[in-house]
Each structure stands twice: as structure tokens, then as C-alpha cells.
């Protein structure tokens, strides 16, 4: 069973950062893209970034390229999402989601298999 929990959301001031982290469990974590979505109040849930299954090919959203960095670690079965210079327009719910396809890039929920609880992060202006 896949099991995919985050971490590190929380309250930040404008121009501030923050790391989140998403641990997956229950299948080989490698083998797998990963994404980050997010979801504001009263939206669509949105595409962030996404990160190849070796980690070679990152792909961002146009509202985070050159703040938002993905990651990921094979060896600790994680994948992170820095986010440097936030805006309060950042305030959301984020989800971190793994993917069975193997095309590139991975843009669109329909696209993503199993989901995270998602953790909240909130700007400050």
C-alpha cells in the first residue's frame, strides 16, 4: 500500500522560506515521478513541479520557476519542495503525489495515482 505523508508546512512572513518534505512507503520509491500540486481556498488544485524518477529532470509551474526547487532523495524515499521568496498568493494546501506513467512531463492531476494528505502553508503579507 503506498502511503505518502508531508511535512514542513507551517506560517511564514512574506519573502520568507520554507521546505517541505513528502516520505513515500510502499513500493519501490525510485521507480516513480513525483509531484508537488497545491490547492487554494476556492480553486482547482494546481500543478507545482515535478521531478523525473532519478531525479535528472525537474519541471516547474511559470507562477514558482526560480523560486521553487524540487528534489528528491532515492536513498530516504523523499522528495522535497524548497520555496524560497513566498508570496502570500503561495497560501495553500500542498500535496505531494507519485505517478505510474513514464512520459514527460507529468503536468496534470489525472496524470498522478496515489496522494499525500496534503500540509498547509500560509504567507503573511
Known amino acids: 500500500q503506498v502511503q505518502l505523508v508531508e511535512s514542513g508546512g507551517g506560517l511564514v512572513q512574506a519573502g520568507g522560506s520554507l521546505r517541505l518534505s513528502c516520505a513515500a512507503s510502499?513500493?519501490?520509491?525510485?521507480?516513480?515521478?513525483m509531484g508537488w500540486f497545491r490547492q487554494a481556498p476556492g480553486k482547482e488544485r494546481e500543478f507545482v513541479a515535478a521531478?523525473?524518477?532519478?531525479?535528472?529532470?525537474?519541471y516547474g509551474a511559470d507562477s514558482v520557476k526560480g523560486r521553487f526547487t524540487i528534489s528528491r532523495d532515492n536513498a530516504k524515499n523523499t522528495v522535497y519542495l524548497q520555496m524560497n521568496s513566498l508570496k502570500p498568493e503561495d497560501t495553500a494546501v500542498y500535496y505531494c503525489?507519485?505517478?505510474?506513467?513514464?512520459?514527460?512531463?507529468?503536468?496534470?492531476?489525472?496524470?498522478?495515482?496515489?496522494w499525500g494528505q496534503g500540509t498547509q502553508v500560509t504567507v503573511s503579507s
Open positions: 510502499g513500493r519501490t520509491f525510485s521507480s516513480y515521478t
Open positions: 503525489a507519485q505517478s505510474n506513467g513514464s512520459s514527460w512531463p507529468r503536468m496534470t492531476r489525472n496524470e498522478y495515482n496515489y
Open positions: 521531478i523525473s524518477r532519478n531525479g535528472f529532470r525537474t
